[in-house]
């Protein structure tokens, strides 16, 4: 419970900003170059020469509000995923290890303020402790995932951005939340600009799970904050995020972690990144590590 006070302060953080900047501040002159892009699509590709800073949504939680330019397309992966819970006592929901190759975001253009995402797993592992030396192992196909950003404002210009990102999970998974049924939700991601070349990103997301029983859906309502800036070189940048989960399935845990990252940026349409999630709370997971990459063409 000693967490609990951090939780609540995470989730006003989360919110306030969205009643403070809840509308786009731009001059008349930004609001005509955003304009003058508006008449390029997926098959009418936005020049290189008017293509803005490429914002990847990865490594961490919180999803950005930025898209990817109309007739263009980004490919963000993560290389290696490692989760780890050394537990004691069998949980038959809750895997000891788990490991996650090649978990990929495909994003393309389809219009200025809009892009569709295609998230998939490609092989998932996990491995359950069942009894007194006694373990089960699962692997196979992961989560797939459809989803389609709309940019509202700040995709060009201004210090705060908005979006909204529905998306709807496919009964692909042998291993993983789906449970080979369909799922879905919204997620609502915000940005802003702080002094000091900070950069706050924030996100709620409102879900619908099946159930551990597995019938039926529950709501699952999760919520992030991170805060970005460059560290010690200007192609490398830091972030510290703070992420929780609340489960209404019966009897789920409320779920916290702490994460961070180094992200490196090679050029403006190649960036490298590590970090780990540190769980916080009795049921989070102890640790997953990560390494991936996303690229821009």
């Known amino acids: 419970m000693a967490l609990l006070p951090l939780l609540v302060i995470s989730t006003l953080l989360l919110f306030c900003p969205y009643l403070l900047f809840s509308f786009p501040v731009l001059s008349a002159e930004e609001i005509r170059s955003v304009a003058d892009k508006s008449d390029y699509t997926l098959f009418n590709p936005t ?3 008017q293509m803005r800073e490429y914002q990847p949504d990865r490594p961490d939680v919180t999803e950005g509000p930025h898209t990817v330019d109309a007739g263009h397309f980004a490919v963000e992966t993560a290389i290696l995923n490692y989760t780890c819970n050394p537990i004691g006592v069998p949980d038959p929901d809750r895997p000891q290890h788990q490991i996650v190759v090649g978990e ?4 393309v253009g389809v219009l200025n303020n809009m892009e569709l995402q295609l998230v998939f797993q490609p092989f998932a592992w996990q491995k359950f402790k069942t009894g007194i030396d006694m373990h089960e192992e699962q692997s196979g196909f992961g989560d797939t995932r459809i989803r389609a950003k709309t940019n509202l404002w700040g995709n060009d210009k201004g210090d705060t951005a908005m979006a909204l990102l529905p998306w709807i999970g496919l009964p692909t998974n042998r291993v993983g939340e789906g449970n080979n049924k369909f799922t879905g939700g919204l997620i609502v991601p915000f940005a802003l600009e702080a002094p000091h070349d900070f950069t706050i990103g924030m996100m709620t997301e409102f879900d619908a799970i099946n159930n551990a029983s597995g019938e039926g859906h529950h709501l699952e309502w999760t919520n992030s904050i991170t805060v970005s800036h460059r560290l010690f070189i200007e192609k490398l940048e830091g972030f510290l995020e703070i992420a ?13 972690s702490v994460d961070m990252g180094l992200l490196y940026k090679v050029n403006k349409n190649l960036v490298f990144d590590i970090g780990a999630n540190i ?3 009795p049921d989070a997971d102890d640790l997953s590590a990560f390494i991936g990459f996303a690229r821009r063409f």
């Not at 990929?104 to 994003?107: L, Y």
């Open 47 to 49: 020049p290189v020469e």
């Open 104 to 107: 990929t975001n495909f994003r």
């Open 244 to 256: 929780s989960n609340n489960s209404f399935d019966n009897g789920s845990p409320w779920v916290a």
């Open 279 to 281: 769980g916080v709370t």
